[in-house]
């Protein structure tokens, strides 16, 4: 199995400040690695895929970096509907599987 | 667009069998490049992936739950559905289901439902 590690497990911010959140495998997965935003109540939406690739429609203040173990969320400038919980995802085995989360709060 | 909605019981009893489906709507579930997830997520809990499955039937499970789990297809009924055997309370659970597109990731994803595993 490959665990996914997320830091800091919960974050508090303010509108406008820069935020990284951080993802770090157990072992090596290139980078498959994805990234989810989760609402309450609600499905999880794709942010990033692939590490850097910003899905269709997701604005640009969401980066995504990293490779091989250690990758990067980073929200450039935190607006209101930004708060949520972040969850990254390995794709890089045949057993996918999801970090514990970084609640993002205000 | 394609949409996907879970269903199945809400109630479930210990030691017996979870089944949901997923209805696809909005596009073929047996054409392109997608593979069909089960994910769930406890109560103030993060995500768990379930498995997955191809049109062609293909399967592969979270290690965890492999002993329990099976994910099959109807591609007559443009769905796919999930059956977990022995639940417990620990599989008390929203049940998601959604889409893979190769190369990319989980891009659809349905609404989800509550399953209580309670006597």
């Known amino acids: 199995d490959i665990q996914m590690t997320q830091s800091p497990s919960s974050l508090s911010a303010s509108v406008g400040d820069r935020v990284t959140l951080t993802c770090r495998a157990s072992h090596t997965i290139s980078s498959n690695l994805n990234w989810y935003q989760q609402k309450p109540g609600k499905a999880p939406n794709l942010l990033i895929y692939a590490a850097s690739r910003l899905h269709t429609g997701v604005p640009s203040r969401f980066s995504g970096s990293g490779s091989a173990r250690d990758f990067t969320l980073t929200i450039s400038s935190l607006q209101p509907e930004d708060f949520a919980t972040y969850y990254c995802?390995?794709?890089?085995?045949?057993?996918?599987?999801f970090g514990q989360g970084t609640k993002l709060e205000i | 667009q394609v949409q996907l909605q879970e269903s199945g019981p809400g109630l479930v009893k210990p030691s017996q069998t979870l089944s949901l489906t997923c209805a696809v709507s909005?596009?073929?579930?047996?054409?392109?490049?997608?593979?069909w997830n089960w994910i769930r997520q406890p109560a103030e809990k993060g995500l768990e992936w379930i498995g997955r499955i191809y049109s062609s039937g293909t399967t592969n499970y979270s290690p965890s739950l492999k002993t329990r789990v099976t994910i099959s297809i109807d591609t007559s009924k443009n769905q796919f559905s999930l059956r977990l055997t022995s639940v417990t309370a620990a599989d008390t659970a929203v049940y998601y289901c959604a889409r893979g597109d190769v190369d990319i990731a989980l891009v659809t994803w349905g609404q989800g439902t509550l399953v209580t595993v309670s006597s």
């Open positions: 995802q390995q794709s890089y085995s045949t057993s996918y599987s």
């Open positions: 909005g596009g073929s579930i047996s054409t392109g490049n997608y593979y």
